[in-house]
């Protein structure tokens, strides 16, 4: 049996419990008909090398690409992640629940809390530090591990930022591509 960190028990718990019970934000665009501007881009052949902060007046959305699939590719999975360390940084529960929602379901049946309950406590364990940095954090696609083309693991140490994230503190995460986007499993 590994042992694992609170955040990443809280992580898997999280999001299997989201997955399950946050649906897709819905913004004012999108109850009036009108075309959201927030979908992020579904750049198959780039990274994140240089990552914008959010607004903080406009929470990008958790849809990927609307109706189309989000990327089957290494860099689908990073910029999925990399949406996942953001929101974590700005301590947004619907998005990170989303991305996190399979893992978070696994750790809900193991006993944990719905994801939301859950990952209000990781919040309370992330430094305020910690939190700005993981706003613009990026993954360096040099150091993460394909098991297949639909299973990636995001070791800690892949994290970029502007604070050094160990094990401990971030955990690592696999994600797998589930229902046409990268979840969070494990």
Not at 63 to 77: S, V, W
Not at 101 to 113: M, N, R, T
Request: charged share 25%; hydrophobic share 35%.
């Amino acid at each position: 049996m590994r042992v694992r960190t609170m955040a990443s028990v809280a992580v898997s718990a999280c999001v299997a419990l989201v997955a399950c019970a946050c649906g897709p934000e819905k913004t004012k665009a999108d109850t009036e008909g009108k075309p959201s501007q927030s979908a992020p881009s579904t750049r198959a052949d780039e990274t994140s090398a240089t990552p914008s902060a959010p607004s903080r007046t406009e929470k990008p959305s958790v849809e990927p690409t609307g109706d189309r699939p989000a990327p089957r590719t290494q860099a689908g999975a990073i910029q999925r992640y990399e949406q996942y360390l953001h929101a974590l940084g700005r301590e947004d529960i619907d998005t990170v629940c989303e991305v996190a929602g399979p893992g978070a379901k696994k750790a809900q049946d193991e006993g944990l809390g719905p994801c939301t309950s859950t990952f209000a406590v990781v919040f309370q364990m992330i430094s305020p530090v910690q939190k700005k940095a993981l706003r613009t954090a990026t993954v360096d696609p040099q150091r993460i591990i394909v098991r297949t083309p639909d299973k990636i693991d995001m070791p800690a140490e892949a994290v970029r930022a502007s604070v050094t994230f160990s094990e401990s503190e971030l955990g690592n995460s696999t994600l797998e591509y589930l229902k046409n986007d990268w979840y969070i499993t494990d």
